[in-house]
């Protein structure tokens, strides 16, 4: 069996040229070991040189479903409004042609939507028109595995697709007119939970370690151990790393070489999996979103304490239902939330249905008080956008510890179900609601008549995917002409 260090790579002749990396590099190393550096000689390399370098965030490039390696959901462009609600372009698909989940990844580099819905398939789509630049099956089919699933991608800077599928491969592809040619993969770890690339390198965990492999080739150089297990990473424009472990453990490293610049224990042992870091680059900061239901802002660089918000008081411990997951009954703790940054701060959307905003000084200047959940959130010049549901009839049977979350819908709000064009959406409502950075006020809403999964700004579109409907019926990713006019 071939090792986790070993990696197959494409070469142009699509033969496959095998080499083995022996051994982890320490920590603080800057070269690679002599087995990478062996197999970085005999594969056929990726060259980065003449290409754009896209930072993403912006009508240019969405490099995550974060929009950037600092996963701080913050898109540098202005929303025109009042929105306006004609579909600019519509791809249809079908399971059979594509995926019968959701689409759950969409990204963009360059006129180019990326969309993956957890299949062995990835579709590209112009950005301006939506027409079809590939359907492509990208699973290898080394083993009799059934799933085929692979649903994370990232776009490097430089226009590289990669990818992670469910084993644990990481796959590096070539975006050319002919579709992708992939460049190399890594062998199976089922243990691998989280990736970032940015300049040479590409950056995940797996193994109790967190690794560096090459962009241009996928050898290894450097690994840093984390006994722990890591659970996510970001990086700073800067090329720092911060990964963190499901024990409440942060470590800061230098993305070239794997020093380590600092770590600090955060003692919330528990639900580590919803724990998120998001990086400031302008004030050189890191926010630490913890599972206990408070956030620490430290300094980049030294990761000295900032400043400590908690919102505990958002929701009286009675009024908490019982979690559904657990078996002691245990209150439902306000960590299931999703974040971004703005000039105006940073935006806590909570799951119960409220979100905060907290400005760079660590005081929170209002709240928004939603009737229904919010899943979801991104942050625009002059815009917050947040994601209503409203979970509707079905869904408690399925999820009892729901039920006091999911409220009757809003006043006006209309039921999709199989009466409507014969889709149905599980007794869902949904509501994209705009609000101002400044005080939380709402400044426009859209309410579609589908269910939507996944958002990505491209161009002057934002571009959504449709979520779960039933698999018999026909899918879509639709855009909208909803980013302003590029100010010069």
Same mark, same amino acid.
């Given at each position: 069996?071939?090792?986790?260090?070993?990696?197959?790579?494409?070469?142009?002749?699509?033969?496959?040229?095998?080499?083995?990396?022996?051994?982890?590099?320490?920590?603080?190393?800057?070269?690679?070991?002599?087995?990478?550096?062996?197999?970085?000689?005999? #594969?056929?390399?990726?060259?980065? !040189? *003449?290409?754009?370098?896209? #930072?993403?965030?912006?009508?240019?490039?969405?490099?995550?479903?974060? %929009?950037?390696?600092?996963?701080?959901?913050?898109?540098?462009?202005?929303?025109?409004?009042?929105?306006?609600?004609?579909?600019?372009?519509?791809?249809? &698909?079908?399971?059979?042609?594509?995926?019968?989940?959701?689409?759950?990844?969409?990204?963009?580099?360059?006129?180019?939507?990326?969309?993956?819905?957890?299949?062995?398939?990835?579709?590209?789509?112009?950005?301006?028109? *939506?027409?079809?630049?590939?359907?492509?099956?990208?699973?290898?089919?080394?083993?009799?595995?059934?799933? !085929?699933?692979?649903?994370?991608?990232?776009?490097?800077?430089?226009? $590289?697709?990669? *990818?992670?599928?469910? $084993?644990?491969?990481?796959?590096?592809?070539?975006?050319?007119?002919?579709?992708?040619?992939?460049?190399?993969? =890594?062998?199976?770890?089922?243990?691998?939970? #989280?990736?970032?690339?940015? %300049?040479?390198? $590409?950056?995940?965990?797996?193994?109790?370690?967190?690794?560096?492999?090459?962009? #241009?080739?996928?050898? !290894?150089?450097?690994?840093?151990?984390?006994?722990?297990?890591?659970? %996510?990473?970001?990086?700073?424009?800067?090329?720092?790393?911060?990964?963190?472990?499901?024990?409440?453990? &942060?470590?800061?490293?230098?993305?070239?070489?794997?020093?380590?610049?600092?770590?600090?224990?955060?003692?919330?042992?528990?639900?580590?999996?919803?724990?998120?870091?998001?990086?400031?680059?302008?004030?050189?900061?890191?926010?630490?979103?913890?599972?206990?239901? /408070?956030?620490?802002?430290?300094?980049?660089?030294?990761?000295?304490?900032?400043?400590?918000?908690?919102?505990?008081?958002?929701?009286?411990?009675?009024?908490?239902?019982?979690?559904?997951?657990?078996?002691?009954?245990?209150?439902?703790? $306000?960590?299931?939330?999703?974040?971004?940054?703005?000039?105006?701060?940073? =935006?806590?959307?909570?799951?119960?249905?409220?979100?905060?905003?907290?400005?760079?000084?660590?005081?929170?200047?209002?709240?928004?008080?939603?009737?229904?959940?919010?899943?979801?959130?991104?942050?625009?010049?002059?815009?917050?956008?947040?994601?209503?549901?409203?979970?509707?009839?079905?869904?408690?049977?399925?999820?009892? *510890?729901? /039920?006091?979350?999911?409220?009757?819908?809003?006043?006006?709000?209309?039921?999709?179900?199989?009466?409507?064009? %014969?889709?149905?959406?599980?007794? =869902?409502?949904?509501?994209?609601?705009?609000?101002?950075?400044?005080?939380?006020?709402?400044?426009?809403?859209?309410?579609?008549?589908?269910?939507?999964?996944?958002?990505?700004?491209?161009?002057?579109?934002?571009?959504?995917?449709?979520?779960?409907?039933?698999?018999?019926?026909?899918?879509?990713?639709?855009?909208?002409?909803?980013?302003?006019?590029?100010?010069?």
């Amino acid at each position: 069996m071939i090792g986790r260090g070993q990696l197959l790579s494409w070469c142009a002749g699509a033969a496959i040229v095998v080499a083995v990396a022996a051994g982890c590099q320490q920590q603080g190393s800057s070269q690679g070991n002599a087995a990478s550096t062996a197999h970085a000689a005999t #594969a056929t390399k990726v060259s980065l !040189e *003449g290409r754009r370098d896209l #930072a993403g965030g912006d009508r240019h490039a969405w490099l995550t479903t974060a %929009g950037n390696i600092s996963d701080n959901n913050y898109c540098r462009e202005k929303i025109s409004f009042p929105l306006d609600t004609e579909r600019a372009w519509e791809y249809t &698909f079908t399971s059979a042609q594509f995926s019968s989940s959701a689409v759950n990844s969409l990204i963009h580099y360059d006129g180019l939507v990326v969309a993956a819905a957890r299949s062995s398939q990835l579709v590209g789509l112009k950005a301006d028109t *939506g027409e079809l630049v590939f359907n492509q099956d990208v699973y290898l089919h080394l083993d009799n595995h059934q799933q !085929e699933i692979l649903s994370t991608i990232f776009f490097h800077p430089r226009g $590289l697709l990669t *990818g992670l599928d469910d $084993l644990g491969r990481i796959y590096c592809w070539e975006v050319t007119a002919d579709g992708l040619q992939q460049q190399w993969i =890594t062998e199976a770890d089922p243990s691998t939970r #989280a990736m970032i690339t940015q %300049g040479p390198g $590409l950056y995940a965990g797996w193994g109790n370690m967190m690794h560096s492999l090459a962009i #241009a080739d996928g050898s !290894e150089l450097w690994s840093y151990p984390n006994l722990s297990g890591d659970n %996510g990473v970001v990086m700073s424009d800067s090329g720092l790393l911060i990964t963190w472990t499901q024990y409440g453990e &942060f470590y800061c490293l230098d993305g070239s070489d794997g020093r380590l610049l600092w770590s600090v224990f955060t003692d919330t042992t528990g639900r580590q999996w919803a724990t998120r870091v998001v990086i400031d680059n302008e004030r050189s900061r890191a926010y630490l979103i913890l599972p206990d239901e /408070r956030v620490q802002c430290r300094d980049l660089p030294t990761s000295d304490l900032l400043w400590e918000h908690s919102w505990t008081d958002l929701l009286p411990m009675e009024d908490r239902p019982a979690h559904f997951a657990t078996h002691n009954a245990d209150l439902v703790p $306000l960590w299931s939330v999703e974040c971004c940054l703005s000039p105006a701060g940073l =935006t806590l959307a909570m799951l119960h249905g409220q979100a905060i905003n907290i400005n760079h000084d660590g005081e929170r200047t209002w709240t928004y008080d939603s009737d229904v959940l919010l899943l979801g959130e991104m942050a625009f010049d002059n815009a917050i956008l947040l994601t209503e549901w409203y979970l509707g009839l079905d869904y408690p049977q399925i999820n009892p *510890g729901w /039920r006091s979350f999911s409220p009757a819908p809003p006043v006006g709000w209309e039921r999709f179900d199989a009466a409507d064009e %014969g889709r149905q959406s599980y007794g =869902t409502f949904q509501r994209f609601v705009w609000l101002d950075p400044a005080n939380g006020t709402v400044i426009d809403m859209f309410e579609p008549d589908f269910p939507a999964n996944a958002i990505v700004p491209a161009g002057d579109k934002i571009v959504i995917g449709e979520s779960y409907r039933d698999v018999s019926q026909v899918r879509r990713i639709l855009a909208y002409n909803w980013l302003a006019p590029e100010e010069n």
